[in-house]
Structures are given as structure tokens and as C-alpha cells.
């Protein structure tokens, strides 16, 4: 994600012409959309790391546009500072309701707009990588059971309604507990970091590994028959061999 790509939705020119003068000081790279039709067009062609929304807009509302953003699943995470010249609370409560992250008042203050924009950056990294660690197994750094289990289940969907081939793999490291007992477990924990890196080289790109178990992994090959999944299988062995 670039954090320095924002996207400034308002119906009013002079708002926009402010905002990019105020972003672009602070090294920020703006895209500007002059009503909530045009924003959502913007999402499906481009990446945005924040968005600042106005409240009040003809045709869709900023409510109704932030309804939108957080409704879509490629656009949820995307952090969203609402702007309006009202301080009615119970839209600022409705808004943060809907899931936006913050809320400013026009006319704005640039250093507060600045100050607030920075900090929601910094949570949607936090977020970002806490959801990622969640996802990671903790010794190897490959997918943990429970997202190979997720990233599997949506292979096995895709494979069935394009009606293609799927083909699954469990690998099991031999004698591993020989290995612990007599090196110790950090000669283990080695042993376990290197067999993943291993198989993380020779595997394709939209294959989906993971450690399944404590010497368990796992492979899910998308678009793959048998007899191509056990041949890949015994390379990899003989490659760890």
C-alpha cells in the first residue's frame, strides 16, 4: 500500500484546491473525485491509502459513499476521514458508525487534518500487520494452519466453479523427534525453518503452503492432477533429501 496516495472527495472546488495545496506541502500525492459517483469509479481502477470524504455531496451523500466503500471487501480497510462544516453529533455519529476513522469540520485546520491523517496511517499499518502476523506462522514465516485451512477453502471454491483441477499434499519430516532429542529444540526449530524455506522455493507463486501441525505442512496446488501433484511432490522430496 503507498501511504502517501490520497484520495479528496468534495463537491466544492475551493475545498479540493485547499486540500492539494495543504497534501501536496507534506509530500502526498492527491487524486481528487468531485462527488461520491466519481470516488467509487476511482476505487475500482486505483489504490488509495486514505480517503477524505466530504459529508455533504448532491446525488450520493458522504454517508451513502462511505456506506459504499465499507460494503465493498476490496475497499473496506481503506481509512476514511470524514469533512463537513457541521458539528451535528449525531451525524458524526453516524458516520463513525458506518466505519469511518475520524472526523474533521470545514473550514479545517491544516496541521490538525495533517496531524489526524498521520495517525490514521499509522493505525491501518498496525492493523495491517497484526492481521498479517495472525495469519503467519510464527517459527517459519509461511502461512499457519488456520490461514492454509482459509486460503484452501477458497482455492477449492475457485476450483469448482471454473471446474478445474485441485490436488492437496501433506508432508510429514521424518524422525523430527530424533532430531529434537538428541540436538535439542533450537536444532529443530532450524531444521523446521529450513524445510520451509525449501518449499517455499519450489513452489509455484499461486501455490498455497503451510505448517499444519509441529513437522506437518501442507500444500494446495490449484489447477493440478494427480499425476502432476505426485511428480511435484517427489521433487520436492528429493530436493530436502
Known sequence: MDDKKILAVDDAKDT????????????????????????????????????LLDMYMPGLSGLDT????????????????????????????????????DYVTKPYLAKVLLARIRTSLRLIQKTLALEALA?????????????????????ISQANRCVQEISFAMLDIDYFKKVNDTYGHEAGDKVLKAFAKNLSEQVRDYDIIGRVGGEEFAICMPNTIDEHAICACDRIRQNIE
Open 66 to 101: 462511505l456506506k459504499k466503500i465499507k460494503e465493498n471487501r476490496a475497499t473496506v480497510n481503506i481509512p476514511i476521514i470524514m469533512l463537513s462544516s457541521s458539528n451535528d453529533g449525531n451525524e458524526i455519529v453516524a458516520a463513525l458508525e458506518l466505519g469511518a476513522d
Open 135 to 155: 495469519k503467519t506462522d510464527f517459527l517459519t514465516g509461511i502461512n499457519n494452519r488456520a490461514s492454509f485451512e482459509e486460503l484452501a477453502r477458497k482455492a
Open 16 to 51: 479540493l484546491l485547499l486540500l492539494e495545496f495543504d497534501l501536496t506541502a507534506e509530500g502526498y500525492e492527491v487524486i481528487f473525485a468531485e462527488s461520491g459517483e466519481q470516488a467509487l469509479q476511482i476505487l475500482e481502477n486505483q489504490q488509495v491509502s486514505l480517503i
